[in-house]
């Protein structure tokens, strides 16, 4: 597609339920990560995926977070057992390589809410 | 280790005035890249700027320009004659060479008033 896209863009969860979220890259775009924004505050990595594979996912809070990646397209991150600190922007961002010579494209995200 | 450092979290300013956003970093590396971002209410990261740590040349695009300067650890972002559309959470960014992941700093939320 022309942009990164997250679904769904809201999510109001309950404590203890497991929640999926989406992102669709553009096209083409090899390397995909995660980040996390909590409220007035800056982003946190997540996880990176080159193709398919995640070579990082050292920044994945606990056990209760995972993702995969079909081939180089979707990706979807798994919280399992939701918590109350859980409750942020998850964003998704592409780019053609894993390189910063290459731009970061972001989608706009999906703001978890767990009560 | 990385860090980004946005000592201002809220700027507040009329239209047409000129506003400066503060970025200071921390990185052991020599080779390393610098990003603005904005996010406007919509949510979305917009790209505004990348340098690469051997590249201190200052840079105009319009009514924005960066000041790069290495011997304070410093790229503070300038809006010159500041718009109601420019409101939004700007992001300074660092990335060392040999990574790919972002270290972000906290934002700077900006409100342009008409």
């Known amino acids: 597609g022309a942009g990164v896209s997250q679904s769904p863009s809201n999510k109001v969860t309950e404590k203890g339920k497991d929640v999926e979220l989406r992102c669709d890259p553009i096209s083409g775009h090899t390397a995909l990560y995660w980040y996390r924004q909590r409220l007035g505050q800056g982003l946190e990595f997540l996880i990176y995926?080159?193709?398919?594979?995640?070579?990082?996912k050292s920044g994945l809070p606990s056990d209760r977070f995972s993702a995969e990646r079909t081939g180089e397209s979707v990706s979807t991150l798994t919280i399992q057992r939701t918590q109350q600190e859980d409750s942020a922007v998850y964003l998704c961002?592409?780019?053609?390589?894993?390189?910063?010579?290459?731009?970061?494209?972001f989608g706009s995200g999906t703001r978890l809410t767990v009560v | 280790a990385q860090k980004v450092t946005q000592a201002q979290t809220e700027i507040s300013v009329v239209e047409k005035e000129d506003v400066t956003l503060d970025c200071v970093y921390e990185t052991r590396d020599t080779t390393y890249y610098l990003f603005w971002y904005k996010q406007p209410p919509s949510g979305e990261l917009v790209f505004l700027i990348r340098r690469n740590s051997f590249d201190e040349q200052n840079e105009i695009s319009g009514r924005y320009s960066w000041n790069f300067q290495k011997s304070t650890s410093s790229f503070n972002f300038t809006i010159t004659a500041s718009q109601v559309v420019d409101s939004a959470v700007y992001f300074c960014a660092l990335s060392e060479a040999r990574d790919y992941k972002l270290s972000f700093g906290a934002g700077t939320t900006v409100t342009v008033r008409a």
């Open positions: 961002a592409s780019s053609l390589r894993g390189q910063h010579s290459y731009g970061y494209t």
């Open positions: 995926f080159q193709g398919n594979s995640a070579p990082d």
